[in-house]
């Protein structure tokens, strides 16, 4: 499995067509729709919204796939899409392909060619890294090890999501799941 670790970015004309997509990381269901709804503002004008998502199903095994033609023929836009995210292993990931209509109908083969063509420049535009499961950890620490926990989150390729201080200081952090364990016995709970 793979991730978009930077987001992809691709734009061509076919035909007085105009493509733009976008690949992006999204942990799940709702970043799917802020990206799209992000997108829908940015291209207010477009004829078409087209896009494919590929999430982890947070009640356990299995992916969520979904994809929508955008009032394209019937899998001519969102499926072209979700083949590339199939075919190059990627979880936790969108790729939205939005069309300006240039007045010159591509058919159903020329449609199917277009979005799945604008979308693998996206995913081949976007830096791409291994598939790294993460846990949400809530560690209590003393203000005196808080920099020295800090800096072991960001070694081990995590992230601290959230700080509350009071008597100690409560992080919030999201750790590589392997990792997890060792930092809890490490530094508490």
């Known amino acids: ?32 729709a802020m990206l799209l709804r992000r997108l829908a503002q940015a291209h207010s004008h477009a004829h078409h919204l087209a896009f494919a998502y590929r999430v982890k199903n947070p009640e356990g095994q299995g992916y969520i796939l ?3 033609d955008a009032g394209e023929p019937s899998g001519t836009a969102g499926k072209p899409i979700l083949q590339y995210l199939e075919g190059r292993d990627l979880v936790n990931a969108c790729v939205a392909v939005v069309r300006y209509y240039g007045g010159i109908n591509l058919g159903t083969g020329g449609l199917a060619r277009a979005y799945g063509g604008t979308a693998k420049m996206a995913l081949d535009a976007a830096k791409i890294i291994p598939f790294v499961e993460m846990k949400t950890l809530r560690l209590n620490v003393d203000y005196g090890r808080l920099d020295g926990l800090t800096r072991e989150i960001a070694k081990l390729g995590g992230q ?23 930092l809890v016995k490490r530094f508490g709970a």
Do not use: W
């Not at 076919?14 to 999204?26: D, P």
């Not at 601290?160 to 060792?182: C, I, M, N, R, Y």
């Open 66 to 68: 979904r994809f929508h």
């Open 160 to 182: 601290v999501l959230d700080k509350a201080f009071g008597q100690q200081v409560t992080v919030l952090a999201s750790v590589p799941d392997k990792e997890a364990e060792g």
């Open 1 to 32: 499995m793979q991730q978009i670790a930077q987001l992809g970015q691709a734009e061509q004309t076919i035909n007085k067509s105009r493509f733009v997509a976008v690949a992006e990381y999204c942990a799940d269901e709702r970043t799917v």
